[in-house]
């Protein structure tokens, strides 16, 4: 219950004042402003260097590592069942996590937090583990250029 209480609070504070998640040595940024800032209503949108389509707006939340466990908490509660999410709190305060996503297989996320919001994810896909640093609040200017470029190559 301390999990999903936590993932809740560090969802719904990303959505309010906004978040960036830089994955590893950043080789994934994602920008998630609040509502004031959005473009035209779209308000998340990620930078991959070196990928074919570098610049993605985000059209779902989950997509976000601070707002991945809120999401399928909030979706099993709406169709009256309980999330499929094993979760460990360890000796130093974080949180260990399991999830089965069916097709896409089982993941294991460790969730370190700092005054009841999460501050890292660290998510295991196979051997590879990915760690993102999350960052509360409006992005630079350079990281709300993310949001800005990802909106111009989708409208064109």
């Known amino acids: 219950m301390e999990f999903q209480l936590a993932s809740e609070r560090s969802c719904l504070r990303a959505m309010t004042e906004g978040i960036t998640e830089v994955v590893g040595d950043g080789a994934l940024t994602l920008v998630m402003v609040s509502e004031d800032q959005a473009i035209e209503s779209y308000s998340a949108a990620y930078f991959e260097p070196g990928s074919k389509e570098p610049y993605v707006l985000v059209f779902e939340t989950d997509v976000f590592a601070v707002c991945g466990a809120y999401v399928s908490f909030a979706l099993a509660e709406e169709a009256g069942v309980v999330a499929d999410i094993a979760v460990e709190l360890q000796p ?65």
């Not at 996590?97 to 294991?108: A, N, R, S, Y």
């Not at 969730?111 to 051997?127: C, I, K, M, Q, R």
């Not at 993102?132 to 111009?152: C, D, K, W």
């Open 92 to 156: 130093d305060g974080s949180f260990f996590v399991v999830q089965d996503f069916g097709e896409f297989g089982v993941q294991g996320q460790s969730y370190e937090l700092e005054d009841g919001y999460f501050t890292t994810v660290s998510t295991s896909f196979g051997d590879d583990i990915r760690t993102s640093v999350l960052t509360y609040g409006p992005p630079t200017s350079e990281n709300y250029r993310i949001l800005e470029t990802a909106f111009q190559e989708f409208f064109g």
